[in-house]
């Protein structure tokens, strides 16, 4: 089962997204430059977002080059104490369960025997006890880790703590796979742990329209120089002659842009994630594990749903907040394994003066920018649905309260659902996936 969302949503000024200069993220589409948000900071945004985490259950992956770190801290959470000289060599020794790019360990490495003083006065040793890669760890394999290095803890200490035998096991294991993770997969160099495919798909966050790139001029001003302030005046004496001017001024890139935004998602990939089949096909997984991973994958979907309407990147967030809400939220569920975006649908730009009209006072009234660009994608869903046959379980349309001027045709009998609530979205998706129409913990 094929889930697919599609999403309109207006920003006011801001710069949700920077590239490497600072600017808004860009991009041509339809030979036109259109603002953009990448996939993997929206990922990001509604993985790591407290809507997301509050529907799913708590066991989620952590992304982090900092294992060694981590682990060493659970260690001691565990009432273990270990030597400045220790905690060193076993960083340096789990650092190495993860290959460098290639998988080349042979390349210069850190010496394990240099002085623990000198490694610890040093930053660019301490980058060097980080992982090659940034790795989406299990808190299974994390806490394994932290149970092996206590366990050797216990003994001599003159042997060196072995990592890879520790984690193999439970890397290479089916169980405790993270909704994060069965979401958004993982890609691993090492061979002690397994990849996993992600049973989503995001696309990079358009604008519909042309981009324009502006900049703010702004002035920092010290608060005794301001005659209206006059209690940091009378602080520093009404004699004290203050100098004119500002203490500092800069400027920084912002735009405002309406976004399309599409995501899917595969249920039965998630759900095969996390009973472990999509690891091991030869699993025999039981009525009850498959129960118990369905809800979780429903649980999933909602959140990341909810995320995608309530969340938002948080780039320039404090001095350009735009905590604006979705125009329009499409969601289509079918019996299906191609997803199609409809991105085609804002080609040719949506310009806002193309169509004005002249109210009766005169003035000119131009197009509603988010209403327009609503329409477009529907009427884009309705030619995709008829020309190419795609035919669809159940289809849910929530506008927000805006009037759009046009609706989804019921096409091949799949009903077409507009709900007026985000209640009523959720209610309804939850009701075409066959899942409990309340969150279970699992």
């Given at each position: 089962m094929l889930i697919e969302v599609h999403i309109i949503q207006n920003h006011a000024p801001s710069n949700l997204n920077r590239d490497e200069s600072g600017s808004p993220k860009s991009a041509y589409f339809g030979g036109y430059r259109r603002a953009r948000i990448s996939s993997q900071c929206l990922k990001r945004a509604y993985r790591t977002s407290k809507t997301f985490r509050d529907e799913v259950d708590k066991e989620l992956g952590m992304h982090t080059t900092s294992m060694p770190d981590e682990v060493i801290r659970r260690v001691l959470n565990k009432g273990v104490t270990l030597s400045p000289d220790e905690k060193i060599n076993l960083k340096g020794l789990l650092k190495k369960?993860?290959?460098?790019?290639?998988?080349?360990?042979?390349?210069?490495?850190?010496?394990?025997?240099?002085?623990?003083?000198?490694?610890?006065?040093?930053?660019?040793?301490?980058d060097r006890l980080k992982t090659a890669q940034s790795v989406f760890w299990r808190e299974r394999e994390l806490d394994t880790l932290a149970e092996g290095i206590k366990d050797w803890a216990g003994t001599d200490r003159k042997k060196d703590f072995d990592p890879k035998i520790v984690l193999k096991p439970a890397g290479l294991g089916w169980a405790?796979?993270?909704?994060d993770m069965a979401l958004f997969g993982r890609m691993i160099t090492s061979d002690l742990m397994h990849n996993i495919e992600a049973s989503s798909q995001f696309a990079h966050a358009i604008s519909t329209h042309e981009f324009t790139r502006e900049f703010d001029l702004w002035t920092r001003v010290d608060d005794r120089r301001d005659k209206r302030l006059d209690w940091y005046r009378d602080a520093f004496?009404?004699?004290?002659?203050?100098?004119?001017?500002?203490?500092?001024?800069?400027?920084?890139?912002?735009?405002?842009?309406?976004?399309?935004?599409?995501?899917?998602m595969d249920f039965d990939a998630l759900t095969d994630n996390l009973t472990g089949k999509a690891i091991n096909n030869r699993l025999q997984v039981t009525d009850e594990d498959q129960k118990k991973a369905k809800n979780r994958a429903c649980n999933a979907v909602i959140g990341l749903l909810k995320a995608a309407i309530f969340e938002r990147p948080t780039g320039k967030f404090n001095s350009m907040a735009t905590?604006?809400?979705?125009?329009?939220?499409?969601?289509?569920?079918?019996?299906?394994?191609?997803?199609?975006?409809y991105t085609d649908a804002f080609a040719k730009p949506?310009?806002?003066?193309?169509?004005?009209?002249?109210l009766d006072n005169g003035q000119i009234q131009h197009v509603d920018l988010p209403i327009e660009s609503a329409t477009r994608l529907i009427k884009e869903a309705n030619r995709i649905t008829t020309a190419f046959c795609r035919s669809a379980v159940n289809r849910l349309l929530f506008t927000g309260g805006r009037k759009i001027g046009t609706s989804l045709d019921e096409l091949d009998s799949a009903p077409v659902n507009s709900v007026d609530t985000v209640q009523d979205l959720i209610a309804g998706l939850r009701g075409a996936l066959g899942c409990p129409q309340e969150k279970k913990d699992v």
């Open positions: 369960v993860i290959k460098r790019g290639g998988g080349d360990t042979s390349s210069p490495d850190w010496d394990d025997k240099t002085k623990s003083q000198e490694v610890d006065k040093s930053e660019a040793s301490k405790g796979i993270p909704i004496g009404a004699e004290e002659k203050l100098e004119t001017g500002t203490d500092g001024m800069g400027d920084a890139e912002f735009t405002s842009a309406c976004f399309y935004s599409y995501f899917n905590p604006s809400l979705p125009a329009l939220v499409l969601v289509e569920i079918r019996d299906s394994h191609v997803p199609v975006s949506v310009d806002p003066k193309n169509e004005e009209t002249f």
